[in-house]
T-cell receptor
Framework: NAGVMQNPRHLVRRRGQEARLRCSPM?????VYWYRQLPEEGLKFMVY????????ESGMPKERFSAEFPKEGPSILRIQQVVRGDSAAYFC??????????????FGQGTRLTVV | GESVGLHLPTLSVQEGDNSIINCAYS??????FIWYKQESGKGPQFIID?????DKRQGQRVTVLLNKTVKHLSLQIAATQPGDSAVYFC?????????????FGKGTTLSVSS
């Protein structure tokens, strides 16, 4: 859904650099989810955030990865000291307050991270 | 760990044929399922969903069937068109829990030839 904006669409980083991925949810949506997709695989849940709160980060690697969703501005997924294994497509989805079911979550076009 | 999986990685059909894409799930606690379509370079797009209190649900040209006995669901696309070419994922979740993560299968690539 074009309403969820992710940028950049493509990001190339050298090993050891930091990657910052941004997600602007649809207007009126206060819930954001981040997923990672490796080539030829399905999406894997990473983290669920509401404004200024991390609700569920059970899918997030313990080290180097962090996420935030400030009161103002986009949600940020930050990967420090990137390694080649971090190369993947990262998708963001958003939903409105008090979602009844996950059909109310709309996906962005993704950021394709390549670590060289 | 428990996860959703798909039977076939690829499916090739002729335009106008009906397509059937299958998915097996192993988590008996999941009672809500969704099919997504993902075109190259794009994010997943919702197609249709079904809850465990149903065994069939129809949309426009698509039907989802759920067999809880064997933990299997399928997506049927009628009169398949070239624009249906994409990767199709099934995903499972538990409903009415705000923010519950979706568990995705690996996907089936549908190729439609004219």
């Amino acid at each position: 859904n074009a309403g969820v904006m992710q940028n950049p669409r493509h990001l190339v980083r050298r090993r050891g650099q930091e990657a910052r991925l941004r997600c602007s949810p649809m207007k009126g949506h206060s819930h954001v989810y981040w997923y990672r997709q490796l080539p030829e695989e399905g999406l894997k849940f990473m983290v669920y955030l509401q404004k200024e709160n991390i609700i569920d980060e059970s899918g997030m690697p313990k080290e180097r990865f962090s996420a935030e969703f400030p009161k103002e501005g986009p949600s940020i997924l930050r990967i420090q000291q990137v390694v080649r294994g971090d190369s993947a497509a990262y998708f963001c989805a958003s939903s409105p307050p008090r979602p009844v079911m996950n059909t109310e979550a709309f996906f962005g076009q993704g950021t394709r991270l390549t670590v060289v | 760990g428990e996860s959703v999986g798909l039977h076939l990685p690829t499916l090739s059909v002729q335009e106008g044929d009906n397509s059937i894409i299958n998915c097996a799930y192993s988590n008996s606690a999941s009672d809500y399922f969704i099919w997504y379509k993902q075109e190259s370079g794009k994010g997943p797009q919702f197609i249709i969903d079904i809850r465990s209190n149903m065994d069939k649900r129809q949309g426009q040209r698509v039907t989802v069937l759920l067999n809880k006995t064997v933990k299997h669901l399928s997506l049927q696309i009628a009169a398949t068109q070239p624009g249906d070419s994409a990767v199709y994922f099934c995903a499972e979740s538990q409903p009415y829990q705000a923010g519950t993560a979706l568990i995705f299968g690996k996907g089936t690539t549908l190729s439609v030839s004219s």
